[in-house]
Structure formats: structure tokens, C-alpha cells
């Protein structure tokens, strides 16, 4: 694969023909913060968090990092003042929606974010996708998919699905910055199949001990006004 020089932040960057910027970055050791980003999954470009500036052919423009591909000679700055400014609001932005998820609270110290600058909308899901990517890209079961369009735009486990998969899967969690996927499953396995829990405690009570369940402790997201 051919090589390509790129400037990142003053340090001459080689990068392979087909790489995106963040991953040159990343290669390089240089951090740009993403939220929808996973090196297992397809670019995705929702969270813009990884905006950077790049100067190439004489023209300055923003672009999305996780998306825009290496061009030999161009020179990215992955902070100055516009791009911390735009990386604020889009911190602020994301706060109105789960303002105690503890990525965007370290975002927003980085920043200076002002968490109350928007009016909460506190639906916990910051819609990174993440979790919707990564059960369909990776693990091929699609038991979690987004509904909806727009303002009402949300995240939703399939319950037909999500009862033969998740108990013994629940790797999203992990990935979700919100602490929103974990919630909504069990949300959903409390309605539709209630008794899945008792059933498989009441199955294991006597045989070989598993290994213990990856349910992480829910972060306290209080409606705050
Ligand atoms: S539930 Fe979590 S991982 Fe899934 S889209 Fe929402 S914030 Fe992202
Ligand atoms: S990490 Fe690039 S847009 Fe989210």
C-alpha cells in the first residue's frame, strides 16, 4: 500500500493510501476525542467530536476526522481555538441529553463546557450508535436497532431477539458512554420477558458455577434542570 505524509500537529505523520485522518492520528499517538467511534465497526460520523482542521491546497476547512481520508501534504491541527469552540458546543449539545455521563463531564472540564447551556432533554442516549453498530456488525444478531426519526429518535432492544441473545452477550453496555444500552435492555426485559432472570437462576442454582455477568453498575443520571 502506498505511503502517504501528512502534518499532524507539527509532526510529519506516514500514513497508508485508504486510512482516515483519526487513524493516522491515532498511529501517531496523537488523541482526538471521538463518542461514536470503534475500531471494529464502520466509520459512522455521528458524534462529529473528531472535528479537525485541515488545511490543504491553500484552503482551511473542518471535517470529521473518523471520515476524512489521508491526502499527501496536508496539515491538520487537531486543536485551535475554532475547533475547541465547536467540540464545546458539541459537548453542550450532547450534556442536554445525558448531562452526568462521565465522558462528556471529563469532555466538558477539557472544554469548558457549560452543561446547562441547552435545554435538558434528558433521554440518557446520546444516539453514538455504538451499541446498534456493533450487534450488527459484529456480533450479526441485530437485537437492538434505532426507531424513529428526528427529536424522537431512540434506541430499542427487539424483545424476541434480545431474549436468546443479550443475557449470555451484553457486550454493548461496555461500549455505551451513557450507561443508556444497559438500561433500556433491562428496561425491556423487565416487560417482555420477566421471568428469563429467575428462570436461568433458578436452572444454575445447583450446577457449576458461571462466570459472573457483566452487568455494570448504572451511572446515576439525575434529571437535572
Ligand atoms: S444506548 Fe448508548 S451506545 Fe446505544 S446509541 Fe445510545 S448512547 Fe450510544
Ligand atoms: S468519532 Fe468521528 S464523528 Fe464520532
Redesign the pocket.
Same mark, same amino acid.
Given at each position: 500500500m502506498s505511503e502517504i505524509v501528512l502534518n499532524i500537529d507539527g509532526k510529519e505523520v506516514a500514513a497508508s493510501a485508504g486510512m482516515t485522518v483519526l487513524q493516522a492520528a491515532q498511529q501517531a499517538d496523537i488523541h482526538i476525542p471521538t463518542l461514536c467511534h470503534h475500531e471494529k465497526l464502520e466509520a459512522y460520523g455521528g458524534c462529529r467530536l473528531c472535528i479537525v482542521e485541515v488545511e490543504a491546497r491553500g484552503r482551511k476547512s473542518y471535517v470529521v476526522s473518523c471520515l476524512y481520508p489521508v491526502e499527501p501534504g496536508i496539515v491538520v491541527r487537531t486543536r485551535s481555538e475554532k475547533v475547541d469552540k465547536i467540540r464545546k458546543v458539541l459537548v453542550e449539545e450532547l450534556m442536554a441529553h445525558a448531562p452526568d455521563a462521565p465522558e462528556l463531564v471529563r469532555l466538558a472540564e477539557e472544554y469548558g463546557a457549560d452543561r446547562h447551556r441547552f435545554d435538558k432533554e434528558t433521554s440518557f &442516549? !446520546?444516539? &453514538?450508535?455504538? &451499541? !446498534?453498530r456493533y450487534c450488527d456488525e459484529v456480533k450479526h444478531k441485530n437485537a437492538v436497532g434505532f426507531i424513529e426519526n428526528g427529536a424522537v429518535r431512540e434506541?430499542s432492544f427487539i424483545p424476541e431477539i434480545a431474549a436468546k441473545e443479550c443475557w449470555s452477550c451484553q457486550e454493548?453496555f461496555t461500549? &455505551?458512554?451513557?450507561s443508556?444500552?444497559q438500561a433500556?435492555y433491562l428496561l425491556t426485559e423487565a416487560l417482555a420477558f420477566p421471568g428469563r432472570r429467575e428462570a436461568h437462576s433458578h436452572a444454575h442454582a445447583h450446577a457449576t458455577p458461571e462466570p459472573e455477568r457483566r452487568v455494570i453498575p448504572i451511572t446515576p443520571v439525575a434529571a437535572t434542570a
Open positions: &442516549c !446520546v444516539l &453514538c450508535g455504538l &451499541c !446498534v434506541i454493548c461500549l &455505551c458512554p451513557t443508556y444500552a433500556a
